[in-house]
């Protein structure tokens, strides 16, 4: 089984839907992350979390609301989609500790691809 | 500000032949990680290879090495004998501390690379 799920894996939506993307993880790790991916625009981050009660935004929050309902779990809200949302969404996960040394990379998900009309 | 900066949007190479992936980096954070990822046409993103900033030698794994060059902060990627199957998109991606206890990773525009038989 994969250590980080993502669902739905795809998605298509009308202008105006609210939208939630789920992501589970079996990694035991504090921190969570979503990012969204435009092409030639890599991946950039909406919002993370490093533990269930710290929330915080990333550089393109504006639309998006999310909650970590447990430690392996982490959704992403779209309240009211727009066009402009259409993308591949990844969630990731991360240990925490060990000094600045430790590479504590992230641990992503298969992804999710949306789609607003 | 912190920014990952990778100049190159698509590269060509001869199979077997050796590939750089040019990384530039801008933090004034004295410790930070620097990350690479390979995105295939499948979509999953894919940890390749870290190297912390107090790290005295360069990071290798497998065809993997990293070439860091502190003082013109590059971390280019370096892949030898490439293969058919390394085409996809590169990541360059940095650890950016968020306050003493917790950092988050930033991520370049990527690098599209394709193996010619």
């Known amino acids: 089984d994969a250590d980080v799920t993502q669902t739905p894996r795809n998605r298509i939506t009308k202008t105006g839907k609210r939208i939630m993307l789920e992501c589970s993880q079996t990694?035991?790790?504090?921190?969570m992350y979503w990012y969204r991916q435009d092409p030639g625009l890599g991946l950039r981050l909406i919002y993370y979390s490093f533990d269930v009660k710290d929330i915080n935004k990333g550089e393109i929050s504006d639309g998006y609301s999310v909650s970590r309902q447990a430690q392996a779990k982490f959704s992403l809200s779209l309240e009211s989609a727009i066009p402009n949302q259409t993308a591949l969404y990844f969630c990731?996960?991360?240990?925490?500790?060990?000094?600045?040394?430790?590479?504590?990379?992230?641990?992503f998900g298969p992804g999710t691809r949306l789609t607003v009309l | 500000a912190q920014k990952i900066t990778q100049t190159q949007p698509g590269m060509f190479v001869q199979e077997k032949e050796a590939v750089t992936l040019d990384c530039t980096y801008d933090t004034s954070d004295p410790s930070y990680g620097l990350f690479w990822y390979k995105q295939p046409s499948s979509g999953e993103m894919i940890f390749l290879i870290y190297q912390g900033s107090y790290d005295q030698q360069n990071a290798t794994e497998g065809r993997y090495s990293l070439n860091f060059q502190k003082a013109r902060k590059s971390a280019n990627l370096v892949i030898s004998a490439s293969q058919l199957g390394d085409s996809a998109m590169y990541f360059c991606a940095m650890r950016e501390t968020v306050d003493s206890s917790a950092s988050k990773i930033i991520f370049g525009s990527g690098t599209r690379l394709s193996i010619r038989p």
């Open positions: 990694k035991g790790h504090d921190r």
């Open positions: 990731a996960t991360s240990d925490s500790g060990g000094g600045s040394h430790m590479a504590n990379e992230q641990f």
